[in-house]
């Protein structure tokens, strides 16, 4: 999975952004994955569809631009995979044709997630909407400043502790521990 560059006085335009996937497949050779998050350099649709023409690119992780910007690059490239990564809309971005995911909120609620994929693969909408529902309150806790460390503290909660994030990541906050405690006690309500 490879970033577009992402430093405000390098961004490259289209034809950059082109020649810089080429000569990641032509080096690296391997599947490659646009991780599409960062908004100074935003992969479009369109551009999306050139990058499919070179050997190696094997799909996008469509972060940046949340639900919508999904759709847009489903309709737009129907040919290609496409991840969803909008954690708290899994089930709409499944519902709207993402070929799986590749998100954080993954890690936190497998179980969870894969419930909302065979919800959308059976069609059943409001077993996938109401787990949805209940997994959104929870990811507006975990999202926020020091993301890395929110999960990893949520990880904690639930008993699966990894430790804290390294620098610059610093320790989540009291308050937000007790937030994401609060917010992930109705999981025990999943079930």
């Known amino acids: ?43 479009s649709p369109q551009l999306f569809t050139r ?9 996008v ?8 910007a999904m759709y847009d690059m489903r309709l737009t490239a129907p040919e290609a995979k496409v991840y969803a990564a909008t954690d708290e809309m899994l089930f709409s971005c499944f519902e709207l044709g993402a ?5 954080a909120v993954l890690s936190l609620l497998p179980a969870e997630c894969r419930r909302l994929w065979d919800a959308a693969q059976a069609g059943d909408h409001q077993a996938g909407q109401a787990l949805q529902d209940k997994i959104f309150p929870i990811w507006k806790v975990v999202r926020g400043p020091q993301f890395p460390a929110r999960v990893k503290a949520a990880l904690a909660t ?3 502790d990894l430790g804290e994030s390294r620098s610059p990541s610093s320790p989540v906050p009291e308050v937000v521990r007790t937030a994401l405690e609060s917010a992930l006690a109705p999981l025990r309500d999943l079930d």
Do not use: C, W
Request: glycine share 10%.
């Open 1 to 43: 999975m490879v970033t577009p560059t992402f430093y405000n006085v390098l961004v490259p335009d289209d034809a950059g952004n082109e020649s810089f996937y080429r000569a990641i497949s032509d080096e690296v050779g391997l599947p490659t994955i646009v991780y599409n998050v960062v908004p100074q350099n935003e992969i």
């Open 51 to 59: 990058l499919l023409d070179i050997e190696h690119i094997a799909g």
């Open 61 to 68: 992780k469509q972060s940046v631009g949340g639900i919508m």
């Open 99 to 103: 070929d799986g995911a590749i998100s």
């Open 158 to 160: 639930l008993g699966r």
